[in-house]
């Protein structure tokens, strides 16, 4: 599991009576809890089941912007505020990306980032917000959706290898820089053809970019101009088109 740079040690006195419990499905503990390999990933999954049943309402979520201002959360993620930022962002990512979390994007004013547990009603409430039955905020405001599921990291994760925050920055490059379909795509040739790596896939997205990918002839000089490692893959399917 990775983690940051160890400090000291602080002591703990143990569980108070009386101190009130939180529920944690034993899923957590069977499957979930062997799959995370990131200390700040578990941290933030851990601390969302404690926050979203400190909520009394019907839909329970939680805000990036309250957790942002969370200076327990953060630190314990790390010591200084630039590091805790982006150690939070990549956990959430990550329990994204493993299907822990729900994240949806509301471009309202100002735009809010929300997460749900993937649970029956986390995901029960995703679809109601998606389907206008209910909103986060001012009721009167109206809002619009997108709904992140799956996301660039969730296809990473999945048929590529583990995320680092390095490799969190660059997917987050890609995702301004090529459409969705592109990502897709590439990642489906990458897997095909064996080669599990981002560079394999970031270099099969810059020749779509620069030699575009919808032409219905493919001439000689193209083929010629193109990585021969990528040749087979890229230019059967362009021909296909």
Excluded: C
């Excluded at 700040?40 to 201002?69: G, I, N, P």
């Amino acid at each position: 599991m990775t983690s940051r740079p160890s400090r000291p040690m602080r002591g703990f006195a143990g569980f108070a009576a009386g101190k009130g419990t939180i529920r944690v499905p034993s899923a957590f503990f069977s499957d979930l809890l062997p799959l995370i390999d990131d200390l700040a990933e578990l941290k933030v999954t851990v601390y969302a089941f404690w926050a979203l049943q400190q909520h009394e309402s019907e839909h329970r979520y939680l805000r990036l912007s309250d957790l942002v201002e969370d200076q327990l959360l953060l630190a314990g993620l790390a010591e200084d505020a630039p590091t805790q930022r982006k150690l939070l962002i990549h956990a959430l990512e990550r329990a994204t990306a493993r299907g822990t979390l729900l994240h949806v994007h509301v471009p309202a004013t100002p735009p809010e980032e929300l997460y749900f547990m993937n649970t029956d009603k986390g995901r029960k409430a995703v679809t109601a917000l998606e389907n206008g039955d209910w909103q986060p905020g001012n009721a009167h405001q109206p809002v619009g959706l997108i709904v992140e599921r799956p996301n660039i990291f969730a296809l990473y994760e999945q048929n590529i290898g583990p995320l680092t925050p390095l490799l969190s920055e660059m997917l987050r490059d890609a995702e301004t820089s090529y459409p969705p379909e592109w990502i897709t795509d590439a990642v489906k040739i990458a897997v095909e053809n064996n080669k599990r790596s981002w560079r394999y896939v970031e270099a099969i997205l810059k020749s779509w970019a620069t030699e575009g990918r919808n032409n219905s002839r493919v001439s000689k000089s193209e083929k010629e101009d193109v990585n021969p490692y990528l040749q087979d893959e890229y230019f059967r399917r362009r021909e296909e088109e």
